[in-house]
């Protein structure tokens, strides 16, 4: 038995019951959180969270682990620098090691605009009180010895923007402590459960139609991934949302310590170790919109030689496995939470290159809002409604790699 493995969890599984007060569509992160906090913060534990897999199966299981706030506009900033405060003090909350590690962001910029972008970002940042500093080559060199300043002799290195607080943390270990904390406190969760419709009365959401019967319920709320534009249609409600692949690998270990996240902001690839020594890889989304989960040759060819020309002794190391998630991305970059339009039905999604970082918030906004009925000040700005109000919240920088 080694550290790796988790030993302590305790999940108690359900039948379904004919109806809750909250059915949540997605076992994963979001999910998982949403329930968590209506049953911690407001007392709502007659839940259900429906997985059509298993807990974790679907985008949360197949991301990157970075944890960061250095976004491009305030609303974003204030909203993933609460997420990090919670991250912070997430396993002291469940008891349960989520194996989270302060470990510091460097974003790279080969160019002048870049690093007038990256300035700009440090000044924003700072001034929501989210420390990221500009760096220049001799600083970066401190930070991670294992750079190429001359990127191969292609792409020099003239800078970069130094996000101090961002992190990572085990992807499954998220989701176990979320599920098991809402489980102690008597969430249902139900695992191979596929919503195949909704329940109307009127224009009112009223329940789920699931593989295993009809489910009643006061309040639905989707937080699903890849399949949202689905769910939402059984609503009636059309979503400004694409769905696009994104790929990611691991190598075998790498011995000589690699200690920041490393990611460019103008080759759009990243990179980070994992707990045991692994080089995790992986760059922006697919363009092509797609449904699959197919891992390709050429991303492997595209990305491999990009992270080569930063960090040559990746051109060592031997490709473990690769994967491919689905990436719901809004037509202004940003997440879309809240209220539909239509009564009882309430949704989490536009996540882009995963929401990861945002787990915590989202799942504490949203059992707030559903809880309330009200829609808390710090995801008011990310509603639906804005698309029709022309309130974009355009943020590329939501998407990961930008």
């Known amino acids: ?3 790796f493995v988790e030993t302590l969890l305790s999940l108690t599984w ?26 911690t913060r407001h007392g709502i534990t007659n839940v259900a969270v429906v997985e059509a897999d298993y807990i974790g199966s679907g985008n949360s299981g197949r991301n990157t682990t970075i944890i960061r706030s250095n976004y491009g ?14 991250y912070d003090r997430l396993e002291d909350e469940t008891g349960c090691w989520i194996m989270h590690a302060t470990k510091g962001l460097i974003w790279l910029a080969h160019t002048e605009s870049a690093m007038r972008a990256e300035r700009a970002r440090c000044q924003l940042n700072n001034a929501m009180g989210v420390e990221t500093v500009l760096v220049d080559p001799v600083e970066i060199k401190r930070l991670c010895p294992q750079i190429d300043l001359s990127g191969g002799g292609r792409y020099p290195v003239l800078g970069a923007s130094y996000h101090v607080p961002a992190s990572t943390a085990r992807h499954d270990r998220v989701v176990w402590a979320y599920a098991q904390g809402a489980m102690e406190r008597g969430v249902h969760v139900l695992q191979q459960t596929t919503v195949t419709g909704l329940l109307r ?21 989707s937080a699903v991934g890849g399949d949202v534009t689905t769910i939402a249609s059984y609503a009636g409600v059309r979503l400004p949302v694409r769905t696009h692949p994104l790929q990611a690998f691991v190598t075998n270990g790498y011995s000589q310590g690699f200690g920041p ?19 995790l890889i992986g760059h922006e989304y697919d363009r092509e919109q ?18 080569s020309y930063l960090l040559p002794f990746v051109r060592n190391l031997r490709i473990l496995r690769q994967w491919t998630g689905r990436c719901d991305v809004s037509a202004d970059f940003s997440p879309i939470m809240g209220f539909t339009g239509v009564d009882g039905f309430v949704i989490t999604t536009g996540w882009g290159t995963w929401g990861f970082k945002a787990i915590p918030a989202g799942g504490e906004q949203m059992a707030e809002l559903i809880a309330t009925g009200r829609t808390p000040e710090m995801i008011a700005p990310f509603a639906l409604d804005r698309f029709a109000a022309d309130h974009s919240m355009a943020d590329q920088g939501s998407t990961g790699t930008r």
Do not use: W
């Not at 569509?25 to 998982?32: A, K, N, P």
């Not at 009112?204 to 489910?215: A, E, H, K, L, Q």
């Open 1 to 3: 038995m080694n550290e």
């Open 14 to 39: 359900h039948e379904p019951r004919s109806s809750y007060d909250v059915v949540i569509i997605g076992g994963g992160g979001h999910g998982l959180a949403t329930a968590y906090y209506l049953a």
């Open 73 to 86: 506009i305030p609303e974003s900033i204030r909203f993933y620098r609460h997420s990090q405060v919670l």
């Open 201 to 221: 009365d009127g224009d009112r959401v009223v329940g789920v139609r699931t593989n295993r019967g009809d489910i009643a319920a006061g309040t639905v709320m």
């Open 261 to 279: 996240i490393v990611s460019d902001t103008e080759l759009l690839c990243y990179i980070s170790q994992t707990a045991r020594g692994q080089m």
């Open 290 to 307: 797609s449904y699959s989960r197919q891992s390709s040759f050429q991303f492997l060819q595209a990305n491999a030689v990009k992270m």
